[in-house]
T-cell receptor, first 111, second 117 residues
């Protein structure tokens, strides 16, 4: 069955360090993958999209990689700040013609 | 505010009652999505509209759920005979897209939190 797994339910890091979040998937052939940020009580906010033929995408302090051989995406936040604390969701768009989300990783950046 | 809006933000109802939620998408967006999210999980796709046509429905969407987008603008999601298992956050999202869904960036509303007692 199709499955999306995001690493550990919670990740704590020190301010200034790089946060790395993992999204692994099985039994998908996604055309593209997206990362969203969600704050408590709010809807997800789109951050980055990476297509199957792209290896890496950057936006300011954010970087996403996409390895279709390993079936994995890594999401990096460099020079992390307490304001980056949130839940980060990866989502795949594949043959089902709909976005399927992982369960998210809760990131806490400690001052 | 020109983002996606949802109404109400919170709804408490008793089991067996019917509830209806409204979503107003970003005005130029032709696509509208409904998702359900429970605590500790990511959003689960429920249904999708392109303009007024409902093009996709999840197997999760039981016969008690119905969604409409009559004029291709706002949408409503109705749940009949609510059950405690329906308690969740119901999220609406909208996007603008062409013939395919490739590269579709969805903009989410704040959600409606439903509690069924």
């Amino acid at each position: 069955s199709q499955k999306i797994e995001q690493n550990s339910e919670a990740l704590n890091i020190q301010e200034g360090k790089t946060a790395t979040l993992t999204c692994n998937y099985t039994n998908y052939s996604p055309a593209y993958l997206q990362w969203y940020r969600q704050d408590p009580g709010r809807g997800p906010v789109f951050l980055l999209l990476i297509r199957e033929n792209e290896k890496e995408k950057r936006k300011e302090r954010l970087k996403v990689t996409f390895d279709t051989t390993l079936k994995q995406s890594l999401f990096h936040i460099t020079a992390s700040q307490p304001a980056d604390s949130a839940t980060y969701l990866c989502a795949l768009f594949g043959s089902a013609r709909q976005l399927t989300f992982g369960s998210g990783t809760q990131l806490t950046v400690l001052p | 505010d020109t983002g996606v809006s949802q109404d109400p933000r919170h709804k408490i109802t008793k089991r067996g009652q019917n509830v209806t939620f409204r979503c107003d998408p970003i005005s130029e967006h032709n696509r509208l999505y409904w998702y359900r999210q429970t605590l500790g999980q990511g959003p689960e796709f429920l249904t999708y509209f392109q303009n007024e046509a409902q093009l996709e429905k999840s197997r999760l969407l039981s016969d008690r759920f119905s969604a409409e987008r009559p004029k291709g603008s706002f949408s409503t999601l109705e749940i009949q005979h609510t059950e405690q298992g329906d308690s969740a956050m119901y999220l609406c999202a909208s996007s603008f897209g062409g013939r395919t869904l490739m590269g579709d960036t969805q903009y989410f509303g704040p959600g409606t939190r439903l509690t069924v007692l």
